[in-house]
């Protein structure tokens, strides 16, 4: 059974491009939530998805933005990266009515 | 921003020692969790404790919590080389799948 995947492991790009980061949840699991970990740092809550709606945003421009598909994976989209953008991204999936999630091994992702 | 604060930020000990970890949050929880990163990959899920519960333990963890100081800690017993990680505690607002919110985190080093 194959947990959490995200691709790709890392990422290098420049200030003003976009960076498309995408996310197998856990089989079985219906819900999707991202996080960015900047060096350091405990993650913090991007936005999670359900039903492939938005159910919930922290506090991130809208510059981020995302995608569920029928098939519950997800993708994570940055536009006009900034150098701050420069983090770990997690991706963590579980169940909607259950509180544990269960994470991927991340993106790192370089804003040069 | 983050819920609390972790206490100690880091942590270093002989390998058979107990660690102690704390966290002390904000606001009313659901649940309260803990999880382990090594080496800045994906966060593990290690244990839950929720708001009417006073202390749970699973393997050589301890958890407790104490709702009217806001504040948990998590203890390892018989420490071991491979507990060498960082901890995070994660609050949860709400009964389901919701946003954690997470502290700093302690760096805990178990020497040999």
């Known amino acids: 059974d194959a947990g959490v995947t995200q691709s790709p492991t890392h990422l290098i790009k420049t200030r003003g491009q976009q960076v498309t980061l995408r996310c197998s949840p856990k089989?079985?699991?219906?819900?999707v939530s991202w996080y960015q970990q900047a060096l350091g740092q405990g993650p913090q809550f991007i936005f999670q998805?359900?039903?492939?709606?938005?159910?919930q945003r922290g506090n991130f421009p809208d510059r981020f933005s995302g995608h569920q598909f029928p098939n519950y994976s997800s993708e994570l989209n940055v536009n006009a990266l900034l150098l701050g953008d420069s983090a770990l991204y997690l991706c963590?999936?579980?169940?909607?009515?259950?509180?544990?999630?269960?994470f991927g091994a991340g993106t790192r992702l370089s804003v040069l | 921003s983050q819920q609390g604060e972790e206490d100690p930020q880091a942590l270093s000990i002989q390998e058979g020692e107990n660690a102690t970890m704390n966290c002390s949050y904000k606001?009313?929880?659901?649940?309260l969790q803990w999880y382990r990163q090594n080496s800045g990959r994906g966060l593990v899920h290690l244990i839950l404790?929720?708001?009417?519960?006073r202390e749970k333990h699973s393997g050589r963890l301890r958890v407790t919590l104490d709702t009217s100081k806001k504040s948990s800690s998590l203890l390892i017993t018989a420490s071991r080389a491979a507990d060498t990680a960082s901890y995070f505690c994660?609050?949860?607002?709400?009964?389901?799948?919701?946003?954690?919110?997470f502290g700093q985190g302690t760096r805990l080093t178990i020497n040999p």
């Open positions: 089989s079985g699991h219906d819900t």
């Open positions: 998805y359900y039903e492939e709606e938005e159910r």
């Open positions: 606001t009313s929880i659901n649940n």
């Open positions: 404790i929720r708001s009417n519960e």
């Open positions: 963590a999936s579980s169940l909607v009515a259950k509180n544990i999630q269960y």
């Open positions: 994660a609050t949860d607002a709400h009964q389901g799948a919701q946003k954690l919110v």
